[in-house]
């Protein structure tokens, strides 16, 4: 039972060395229709015509539709590609197919003709069965498991598989999006499904009514950039970046610490990091840290302030020669 993902299945295609089956599931419906429809790809444009079938299985309700489509698909595939190397044919709705609902002696000849189709599929057609629910249980699906190859739709591995999602979803809705945009959301939630689907349905309420949809769109509803290392400001202020230690500072406030918990990040930098990299500067620099600590809880001024004043003067340390930093 090979198993391979969406990514390489696309490479396969980009390759034109598909297998003879595919299934295809997963709750991802649109994830699903898109990579389906990619196959026909394999076949040059001018020759789609003659190699590329479409039939749907939820048509296939009663035993003698059932019967019928199964003879449309065992012809579809043992026809011989024109002046092409291999044809592509596609089962929408193929839970219908693998598992019908009523059963007859129609349905039950038609799946013996299934059957022999499956276990001896065309070396020269690609057959994608593209299935929603189904009862992994039944006999045809097991077959269908064991012979061909399954695709788990909605699972994403990388950033491009990311922007390839949202670009896929927008389409869907009928709107435009600009690239930078799709960067731009991919970037920040990266491969994460649950995230993207949430973030763009903002994204498409807050730009209702618009043609397109613009990177300046995507940071409106993101909010403020992402604070990817919860340890980039102490190890900014380690290296005497001052200016990025003030950034990383207002990223973490931003995210939403508590700036209790930063100025225990910077004891933390005083106590273990200075005595090496900088022993002049770690009586001032403790001084620096109590006052801070103490404003804090007298409320004598704005956190924001208070740490951005304590992190520039951690920063303007003199360093330790000897120590490589």
Wanted: charged residues 25%; glycine residues 6%; aromatic residues 4%.
């Amino acid at each position: 039972m090979p198993v391979a993902t969406p990514s390489a299945v696309r490479q396969q295609i980009r390759a034109g060395s598909t297998d003879p089956l595919y299934l295809l599931l997963g709750e991802d419906e649109v994830e699903k229709s898109a990579l389906a429809a990619e196959f026909a790809e394999v076949v040059d444009e001018g020759l789609r015509a003659f190699n590329v079938e479409r039939l749907q299985a939820g048509e296939m309700t009663t035993g003698d539709k059932l019967a019928s489509g199964v003879a449309a698909l065992v012809s579809a595939a043992r026809t011989l590609p024109m002046m092409a190397p291999r044809r592509v044919v596609t089962v929408a709705q193929a839970e219908w197919l693998l598992a019908p609902k009523r059963e007859s002696e129609a349905a039950t000849r038609a799946l013996e003709v299934l059957e022999a189709l499956l276990r001896a599929p065309e070396p020269q057609t690609t057959i994608v069965f593209v299935a929603g629910a189904i009862d992994k249980r039944g006999r045809m699906y097991k077959l269908l498991a064991k012979q061909a190859t399954l695709v788990e739709c909605g699972a994403l591995e990388d950033q491009a598989d990311a922007e390839r999602w949202i670009c896929a979803r927008v389409a869907a809705s009928g709107i435009e999006i600009d690239q930078a945009a799709v960067r731009r959301l991919a970037e920040h939630v990266g491969p994460d499904v649950k995230r993207l689907r949430g973030d763009l349905d903002r994204l498409f309420l807050y730009a209702m009514g618009q043609p397109r949809i613009s990177v300046d769109d995507v940071r409106e509803i993101l909010g403020p950039e992402a604070l990817k290392d919860d340890w980039a400001m102490t190890n900014a202020i380690e290296a005497g970046h001052g200016g990025e230690a003030v950034r990383q500072l207002a990223l973490m406030l931003d995210a939403g610490a508590p700036p209790e918990k930063i100025l225990g990040q910077l004891g933390w930098l005083v106590r273990t990091k200075f005595p090496a990299v900088a022993p002049a500067d770690l009586g001032a620099a403790v001084a620096a840290l109590f006052r801070t600590d103490l404003d804090l809880k007298r409320s004598a001024g704005e956190p924001r302030i208070l740490l951005e004043r304590l992190v520039v003067e951690l920063c303007a340390r003199k360093p330790n020669r000897s120590v490589r930093l």
